[in-house]
């Protein structure tokens, strides 16, 4: 299977703006950001293609993308955030290696996702 762009990322193959990166997770600002905080955290190994894989592949490393992305808000933002995982390509997900966005700072009112 063809590496995705995030493990080009994570690989150093091509260029983000890394804001946290542990043996587990890398956390990088979204490229087209959709709020004033928005950032992708990503689990490094890449045989989980959504969040419905890695919950059941392996929870553990779940909590921690959900540690990982509350740690940041408070880095970036006030605390406060909204953790989208596009999950199928009919709700817009785009890259099929597991990834929350972490949404933050300034929300707009009824929005609910990262499009
Ligand atoms: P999704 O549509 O949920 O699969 O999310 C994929 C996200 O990856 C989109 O929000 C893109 O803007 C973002 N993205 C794609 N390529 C890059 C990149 N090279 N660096 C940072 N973010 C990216």
């Known amino acids: 299977m063809a590496e995705s762009i995030f ?3 994570i690989n150093r193959e091509i ?12 956390a990088f600002t979204d490229i087209h950001p959709k709020a004033p905080v928005h950032l ?9 293609r ?8 392996d929870p553990e490393l779940l909590a921690h993308v959900v540690a990982t992305a509350k740690r940041l808000a408070g880095d970036h933002s006030d605390g406060d955030f909204r953790l989208v995982f596009n999950t199928g390509a009919t709700a817009g997900q785009t890259v099929f290696h597991v990834h929350a966005h972490v949404l933050a ?7 609910l996702g990262a499009d």
Do not use: C, H, W
Request: proline share 8%; charged share 30%.
């Open 15 to 26: 260029p983000a703006e890394i804001v946290a990166e542990d043996d587990r997770v890398i």
């Open 50 to 57: 959504d969040v419905t894989e890695l919950a059941a592949g």
């Open 105 to 111: 700072g300034g929300l707009e009112e009824g929005s």
């Open 7 to 9: 493990t080009r990322i």
């Open 40 to 48: 992708l955290v990503v689990p490094k190994d890449p045989q989980y």
